[in-house]
């Protein structure tokens, strides 16, 4: 009866090495400020073309959120802000199904909802670009 709880606990292995780099990844980003010169490589597609992709001040994002500082987080890339809960709900769903040692998914989505995230991914992308959606683009 003992092993329930230890393949449970060997089960959460994958999404707590997840979680630890994360918040690894967060706090890294939180006490390196991506606001000063130097410290990360400019978007090789910004460098490029002169335009932003759809990740385009993630960074700056994720510190603003790390500081508590959600609307400047919002102007900088509300993609991004919005696709942080969505990442923390399959994270807790992933989780969730291994701490009751059930197999993850086998399939990852309805193919539906994966091409509406790429639609709104690519229409993201076009309108932060143009001059009406400059709003976007921080």
Do not use: K
Request: glycine letters at 6%; charged letters at 10%; a positive charge.
């Amino acid at each position: 009866m003992r092993t329930a709880p230890i393949m449970a606990a060997r089960g959460l292995r994958a999404p707590a090495g997840v979680l630890v780099a994360a918040a690894a990844v967060v706090a890294f980003v939180a006490v390196v400020d991506p606001n000063e010169q130097g410290h990360y490589p400019t978007c090789p597609f910004l460098a490029l073309t002169g335009y932003q992709c759809p990740g385009c001040g993630s960074l700056r994002t994720l510190h603003a959120l790390a500081h508590g500082q959600f609307t400047d987080a919002v102007a900088l890339n509300v993609f991004t802000v919005a696709m942080v809960p969505l990442l923390a709900f399959f994270w807790l769903r992933w989780t969730v199904a291994r701490a009751r040692g059930r197999p993850a998914r086998t399939r990852a989505a309805d193919p539906r909802l994966i091409w509406l995230l790429f639609a709104l991914i690519m229409i993201f992308w076009l309108v932060r670009n143009l001059p009406f959606g400059a709003f976007l683009a921080a």
